[in-house]
Every structure is written in structure tokens, then in C-alpha cells.
């Protein structure tokens, strides 16, 4: 799994992607409002939506890993 040490760099590394994540909605909504190009909002959608998935994707691949040695265990 990793020492606690290990995991709470990993947990700051998926706050700063939740954060940049949570920027990128709020300037998408602000571009909208000021009447930006539709081409500026949908790359910032763009942006957004792949911070939400590379968010998901290191959650996935550290939190919820099946470490090697278990998975021998397991069968």
C-alpha cells in the first residue's frame, strides 16, 4: 500500500488536481457569462473534464491498488 508518509504526498498531489479541477469550472462559468468565444469554454471544459479524469485515474492506481504480492495471495 505505501507508509502513511508516502500516501499523504499522494493525497496532496489529488488536492491540487481537485483544486485545479474546481478553477477551471469556475473560469468555464465566468468565461460563459462574459460572452467569451465558445472555443476559450469548451478548451477549459476540455481541461476540466481531464482533471477529473487523471483525478480518478491516480485514486484508482494508489488508494484501490491490489498490490502485487496480494494479488498472488488471492488466488
Known amino acids: 500500500m505505501g507508509s502513511e508518509a508516502e500516501l499523504g504526498q499522494v493525497e496532496k498531489v489529488l488536492l491540487y488536481i481537485s483544486e485545479a479541477r474546481e478553477r477551471a469550472s469556475r473560469v468555464a462559468d465566468e468565461l460563459r457569462r462574459s460572452g467569451a468565444p465558445d472555443h476559450l469554454i469548451a478548451a477549459v471544459k476540455g481541461a476540466e473534464a481531464s482533471?477529473?479524469?487523471?483525478?480518478?485515474?491516480?485514486?484508482?492506481?494508489?488508494?484501490?491498488?491490489?498490490?502485487?504480492d496480494q494479488e498472488r495471495l488471492a488466488v
Open 51 to 68: 482533471l477529473e479524469a487523471d483525478h480518478r485515474r491516480l485514486l484508482q492506481a494508489t488508494f484501490f491498488a491490489v498490490a502485487d
